[in-house]
C-alpha cells in the first residue's frame, strides 16, 4: 500500500489562502460607460442607470444628448490642447463624466431625472454642474413643471410665491450650514421668477406611493454660493403651492417628504 505524502508548511500555507481567497466577496466591478471617448485631449464618459435603461425611449433620449456633450467638449479638448499643449503634456487631458439617474416616478407617468456633471479642465479645483429632465411616459418626450399649474407666467403669481419660497428654504439651509449671509442678495439674483431661471427642478417623492410631496430645485456649486458651500438641493412642499394648481398637480401631489431624502440628495 502506497504510504500517503505529507502536505508541507508551504503547500498547507497556499492551500489556505486559496481557500480566503474563494471566500473573499468577489469585488464589484466599475460600471460600463454607455458612451465614451478617450485621447490625449480627453476622457470623457456617460452613465445611465439601470432605470432609464428599462425605458428605451428615454434612454435613446438621454444617451443622444450624452454623445452631444462628449462630441462637444472633445472638439473643445482638442483646440484647447493645440494652444497649450505643455499644460496638457505636463498634466494630462480633460476628464469629463455624466450622470443620468431617476429622482422619482411619480403616478407611474412622470420620470424626475437628475443630470450630473463632473468636469476637470485642469484648472485650479475641478467643478460639478447638475440639471434635471421631466420625462412624461405617456407622451414620451420631456416636459416642464408647465401642466401641473394654472398659470406659469414669468413674473406671475404661481412662479413669484415660488421663489419666495425657494428663497426662504435656502436661507434656512444657508444658516444650518452655518453659510453666513455676505453677498447673499447678490447670489440671488439669477433666481428669477420664470421657469427657466428659477432651478432646475424634480419631482420629491412623497410617503404616499405614486405622489409627489412637492418641488426639488438642484443648485450646483456658484449657482446660489460660493463654490465652497457646494451643491444646494431646496424642497418646496406641494401645500405652498398648492393654490395654484391645476387639475393634473392636485391629482399628483400629497403626502410629506420621505425621512432621509434630504440626506440623500446633498
Known sequence: MRAARLMTPVRIMGLAGLLACLCLPAR???????????????????????????????????????????DKNAAEAATDRKQEPDLFKERGGYSFERKYSVRSVVDGRYVSVLRDDFMNTLGAHPNSDVNTILWDTTEKKRISIRPFFTETADNGPTLTAMRKAVIAALNAEKKRRGAGESGTAEWYKELRPTLLKIGAVTLAPSTEAGKSSGLTFHYPPYAVGPYAEGQYVIFVPWETLKPYLTPEGAKIFAGARPKGDADDQQ
Open 28 to 70: 464589484a466591478a466599475d460600471p460600463k460607460p454607455d458612451a465614451t471617448i478617450e485621447n490625449a485631449s480627453i476622457e470623457a464618459s456617460v452613465y445611465l442607470d439601470d432605470k432609464i435603461k428599462a425605458d428605451s425611449t428615454l434612454a435613446a433620449d438621454c444617451l443622444a444628448e450624452g454623445k452631444k456633450w462628449i
